[in-house]
């Protein structure tokens, strides 16, 4: 019996930055050597950002002394710049320089740490842009003052790029590739039919789903409260960092989805959005052409705001 289009597709998949990385890809594979190619890709990303690996180029640069210049690998450099002009876009809303803040709230590889939670909550903060300088001609940056950089809103959407870039090289022209949620289209599907996407209804089922998404050569990335958190007492406390404040996001949207071609951007702003709130988030989307998906909390329901494309989906903003 010959093989049906839905016969065709394979998942590979594997472990990195915590959770799982998968890629459907729409194609026969006849090369064994497949599933490491995507595996290096991810682990690369991992060995160079991550802040629970001591030795990482990231915890390098944090570590080092202050005016010294630190080679760093092209891939960093280019998150760390991505990153940067999204914190000048968004005004701050968007921080790299608030790991002290994640690892004091027990978000990072060490416990909760209320001493150190007082420390990220009142000591004044620097903006990564006004004391990281990269140098990208000579792979290179430096800081100015100390910095403790943490990249977990931009790296995982900088993965999942990586992915459809790593099933591009190897010739595949069709591939739907995810990390944690975060998505990237990789072309339609092989009969040209769009790859189709849930958006979770953010109430920590898996299973739950507020709508449906058709993507093409597009990327998707989700920040909410619901999927990862610590509980203090009897609170539920987000992983996103507020970092105006030091410390998790409180009374902040359910969920926020935005669309983009690039996964790292779309990861990064969905974090921004996250945190300017369902008031000036939804204006900062609209004003700034981002179609983004605002799940809000309201006694007794889930309500949709949505832009651009999501406009839709929502309620609109204008």
């Known amino acids: 019996m010959p093989k049906t289009p839905t016969d065709l597709k394979q998942t590979l998949g594997g472990a990195t930055m915590g959770t799982r990385w998968s890629v459907l890809i729409d194609a026969p594979i006849s090369d064994p050597t497949v599933q490491s190619h995507f595996q290096a890709a991810v682990d690369e990303v991992d060995a160079q950002m991550s802040t629970w690996k001591p030795e990482s180029d990231l915890m390098r640069l944090n570590a080092a002394p202050l005016g010294r210049w630190v080679p760093l690998p092209d891939r960093l450099l280019t998150v760390l710049e991505a990153g940067l002009a999204i914190t000048r876009q968004t005004n701050g809303a968007f921080e790299m320089n608030i790991g002290d803040a994640v690892r004091a709230w027990g978000f990072g590889p060490d416990a909760i740490d209320l001493p150190a939670i007082r420390a990220a909550s009142s000591a004044p903060r620097v903006p990564a842009s006004a004391a990281l300088e990269l140098d990208r001609g000579n792979g290179r940056a430096r800081k100015s003052a100390a910095l403790a950089l943490d990249l977990s809103g931009i790296a995982k959407g900088y993965g999942v790029d990586r992915l459809a870039e790593t099933a591009r090289e190897l010739g ?11 998505v990237r289209a990789l072309g339609p599907q092989r009969d040209g039919r769009p790859w189709v996407i849930g958006i979770e209804t953010p109430d920590g089922s898996t299973t739950s789903q507020h709508s449906i998404l058709e993507l093409k050569d597009m990327a998707v990335a989700t920040s909410g409260d619901y999927r990862h958190f610590v509980t203090v007492g009897i609170t539920r406390l987000s992983h996103t960092m507020d970092p105006r404040r030091g410390a998790p996001l409180v009374a902040s949207p359910a969920s926020v989805t935005v669309l983009s071609q690039s996964c790292m951007l779309a990861d990064a702003m969905a ?8 008031r000036q988030g939804p204006d900062f989307a609209t004003a700034n052409e981002i179609s983004a998906l605002f799940l809000l909390r309201v006694p007794g329901e889930m309500v949709a705001l949505g832009t651009g494309v999501f406009a839709a989906t929502g309620e609109g903003s204008e």
Request: negative net charge; proline residues 0%; charged residues 20%.
């Open 172 to 182: 595949f022209d069709h591939a739907l590739c995810t990390i944690d949620g975060e």
């Open 271 to 278: 974090t921004a959005l996250m945190v300017l709130g369902d």
